[in-house]
């Protein structure tokens, strides 16, 4: 349906004010010429498609007024099979024109003489005002492009918001509550006919929200107790709330927070890794690129310098770290991870360093140590360093220049004796090169480069892992697989695995659940692989065909030189024969090779 249609009330009202002002009849139609508006004869086909419209499609293809005073005798004319005998004596056709497309067309017609006369004696003041008219209309389009932009933005908001797992709460500037996801009411035990409308000073009085309404100013990271309205039980949460400006005028603000238990749950996880006594006889492979990465990774763990393992995701690049750090005279100290882009940045700060008691609501009695003293002595492995924020950046670069950290409150430093192994799947210097990325802190941490090769450049490698988590997953499953089809392995060791070691990985893990036989088939890989898998086939048939018909038209070929021989004559006797020009011929001869053209000649 187009856009004038979908204003079809606005059009026809449009249409009524020029024939009421200019008195003569009005017929709007939009760019497949289906009549939007009309007046007086023409208002009962409004809805109808024209079933010739030769001067519109004319007027919509140059996108230029245009003024017709003999129908019939126009050259327009000459095609339609009214030509003489046309429903109309003359009109001014002009393009609703938008963004250097014609969408429709505003006319002015007159059907007997009176009118014919009034709208060819104001012809060019008629025409001026059809002008404006169709900017009005093409602004009014306009105006429902970005309604029906924003209706759309509007619910894409809408949806994301409440799929966040976060609880979030918006008022306006007096403080009325104009949104609450779905998050926020199960986790308060609300419904949003209950709140929206309503103040938070009477619904959520301890919000931060209503001190964001005094201040104008951001809170971060504050504790807060609600209270469920359905169980009556109190949860702690996490808030951060947010001033909103328009033009730098308060026009209200927004409250995000997430349970305290949830995200201590995640800190946990995320940074609490227990290293196992993995040594570099763990890292699977024999090739020549994993070997000499791991002789050099050996070398290097005796020492404490700051290394920087580079690699794509799923290299094994905290593997590398582990070893390193189970082979080094730190062996027998904490080696501790954390993933710098998986923890929020607004605890990435004291989940590092730490924070002393009262540094802000919430903190611990007492405080709490920070990652970089929890490993003192031993090793710090910072993963995915690309993701860490600029300001975080300065401060890790400060403990690396003088081995002292200062907790957030603090008002001393704490020297410390800590190896840091950063590691990233990105180009740090290319990220230097654009400003993501402090160039002083990348020179400090690339002191001894380490770059993991992809899977798909350690040959051999793959079959060794294959046998490896076989029997990994044999004794996690209590299975007894003894291999793989050799169709399946075909396809395992020639795939490109994009995800590495992790991928290759998964996808045993994944046959192991699904295959029933003793040997892993192609059917219980991963439907990704199983794509692949048809695909080669498929050119494989594609292959097959190709060279089989080209080794038809060699023969036939062959038998017709030999038949009429290979004269200038002959060939084209040959064309004519097998139904073709004589350039064909020869184009197709040419590709069939050198060596075929030799063949043909020796038959001379």
Request: glycine share 6%; proline share 3%.
């Amino acid at each position: 349906m187009s856009e004038l249609l979908q204003i079809q009330p606005y059009v026809q009202r449009v249409a009524a004010a020029i024939a009421a002002a200019l008195k003569v009849e009005v017929e709007i139609v939009d760019n497949e010429l289906i009549r939007v508006g009309g007046t007086g004869k023409l208002l009962n086909d409004v809805g109808t498609k024209q079933k010739r419209g030769f001067v519109n499609k004319f007027v919509l293809n140059s996108g230029q007024p245009f003024t017709i005073t003999n129908p019939g005798e126009h050259r327009l004319c000459s095609v339609c099979e009214l030509n003489g005998k046309c429903f109309y004596n003359a009109g001014i056709f002009a393009p609703i024109n938008l963004n250097g497309d014609s969408i429709g067309i505003i006319s002015i017609i007159s059907f007997n003489k009176k009118q014919r006369e009034v709208l060819l004696r104001n012809q060019k003041s008629y025409l001026n005002f059809l002008l404006k008219m169709t900017d009005l209309m093409g602004a009014k389009v306009s105006q429902y492009r970005m309604m029906k932009k924003l209706e759309v933005t509007s619910k894409n908001l809408d949806t994301i918001i409440n799929t966040l797992k976060e609880g979030v709460i918006a008022v306006d500037d007096a403080g009325k509550i104009t949104f609450c996801n779905k998050s926020a009411q199960n986790l308060l035990g609300l419904k949003s006919s209950e709140v929206i409308e309503n103040s938070i000073f009477d619904i959520l009085p301890q919000s931060p929200l209503t001190e964001v309404l005094k201040t104008n100013k951001k809170i971060n990271n504050q504790e807060v107790i609600y209270t469920s309205n359905d169980s009556e039980k109190a949860i702690t949460v996490l808030s951060s709330c947010y001033p909103i400006r328009v033009e730098d005028e308060f026009v209200g603000a927004l409250e995000s927070f997430t349970p305290l238990e949830e995200v201590h749950k995640l800190a946990y996880k995320l940074t609490n890794h227990s290293h196992n006594n993995v040594s570099f006889d763990d890292i699977i492979g024999s090739s020549k690129a994993i070997t000499e990465i791991k002789d050099k990774a050996l070398k290097i763990a005796a020492s404490s310098s700051t290394i920087l393992i580079e690699g794509e995701s799923g290299t094994g690049k905290e593997l590398f770290a582990q070893a390193i750090h189970n082979e080094s005279p730190r062996s027998n100290k904490p080696f501790i991870a954390i993933n710098c882009s998986a923890i929020p940045e607004s605890l990435l700060e004291s989940e590092l360093f730490g924070y002393e008691e009262g540094a802000f609501t919430g903190a611990k009695h007492g405080g709490k140590a920070g990652k970089f003293e929890l490993a003192n002595g031993g090793t710090i492995f910072l993963d995915e360093i690309g993701e860490m924020p600029l300001y975080l950046q300065s401060k890790l670069l400060r403990v690396l220049q003088e081995r002292t950290i200062e907790r957030i409150g603090g008002i001393k430093d704490l020297r410390i004796d800590v190896r840091v192994i950063a590691a990233t799947n990105r180009d740090l210097g290319e990220m230097v090169s654009s400003g993501e990325f402090r160039a002083d802190l990348f020179y400090r941490l690339n002191v001894i480069p380490l770059k993991i090769p992809p899977l798909r450049e350690r040959n051999g490698d793959i079959k060794e892992l294959l046998d490896f988590f076989l029997k990994k997953y044999n004794n996690l499953f209590s299975k007894k697989f003894k291999g793989f089809t050799p169709e399946a392995k075909k396809i395992l060791e020639e795939y490109r695995w994009p995800g590495n070691v992790r991928e290759l990985e998964n996808a045993i893990e994944y046959a192991c659940n699904l295959e029933n036989d003793h040997y892993i088939s192609v059917d219980s890989l991963p439907q990704k692989l199983q794509q692949v898998n048809m695909l080669q086939k498929e050119d494989s048939l594609k292959n097959k065909l190709e060279n089989g018909i080209k080794e038809v038209e060699k023969n036939v070929f062959i038998e017709a030189f030999k038949l009429y021989g290979t004269s200038s004559e002959a060939k084209n006797k040959i064309a004519s024969v097998l139904g073709m020009s004589r350039a064909t011929l020869y184009r197709r001869l040419g590709k069939l090779g050198e060596g075929f053209k030799n063949e043909i000649e020796s038959l001379k």
